[in-house]
T-cell receptor, first 114, second 113 residues
């Protein structure tokens, strides 16, 4: 079993739709949770960064972490064609616990159609 | 703030040849990472430096891969000899310290013929 599981998609939605992206994980030591966006032939770009459980909102993006279920989500409201990219979840434990190594999901390919 | 710089952007070599990649992290970032991203997968950590010391190289294939970060700033990753399965994008990332978010460069796309 992989430490982080993410549905690779592809996911295709119409412009303006609400998008839900999800990851599950198995390592209860993870405390830092991130979402990265990766455009074709570019490096991952940090979108959201959350410590421990709870919600975080930034514009059209909302990140949720449920540590009891080992489940994290990213919601995109009013999706735009420019949101078309691969979305990677990533997580790590603190440096003092298992070294703080960042573990990525496989990535979900999202396409927003005009 | 300038981002993480990597070169070259693309490299094509034949198997058994050697290749080197270069990374210049964001100024002041003490932690530097090299990742391998195979097509359709998430990045996988190869090696992590804190200043010029190695923190984690547990997933680095040491029989063919080597990396160094002299003077705690720029870093180079080398593959010698290359195998077909090394075809991937090699990403460099940096962060102020190990508990801060990582910022990535655009990577070097390596193709092995």
């Amino acid at each position: 079993q992989k430490e982080v599981e993410q549905d690779p998609g592809p996911l295709s939605v119409p412009e303006g739709a609400i998008v839900s992206l999800n990851c599950t994980y198995s390592n209860s030591a993870f405390q830092y949770f991130m979402w990265y966006r990766q455009y074709s032939r570019k490096g991952p770009e940090l979108l959201m960064y959350t410590y421990s459980s709870g919600n975080k909102e930034d514009g059209r993006f909302t990140a949720q972490v449920d540590k009891s279920s080992k489940y994290i989500s990213l919601f995109i409201r009013d999706s735009q064609p420019s949101d078309s990219a691969t979305y990677l979840c990533a997580m790590s434990s603190p440096v003092y616990n298992q070294g703080g190594k960042l573990i990525f999901g496989q990535g979900t390919e999202l396409s927003v159609k005009p | 703030e300038a981002g993480v710089a990597q070169s070259p952007r693309y490299k094509i070599i034949e198997k058994r040849q050697s290749v080197a990649f270069w990374c210049n992290p964001i100024s002041g970032h003490a932690t530097l990472y090299w990742y391998q991203q195979i097509l359709g997968q998430g990045p996988k950590l190869l090696i992590q430096f804190q200043n010029n010391g190695v923190v984690d190289d547990s997933q680095l294939p040491k029989d063919r891969f080597s990396a160094e970060r002299l003077k705690g700033v720029d870093s180079t990753l080398k593959i010698q000899p290359a195998k077909l399965e090394d075809s991937a994008v090699y990403l460099c990332a940096s962060s102020p310290d190990s508990n801060q978010p990582q910022h990535f460069g655009d990577g070097t796309r390596l193709s092995i013929l």
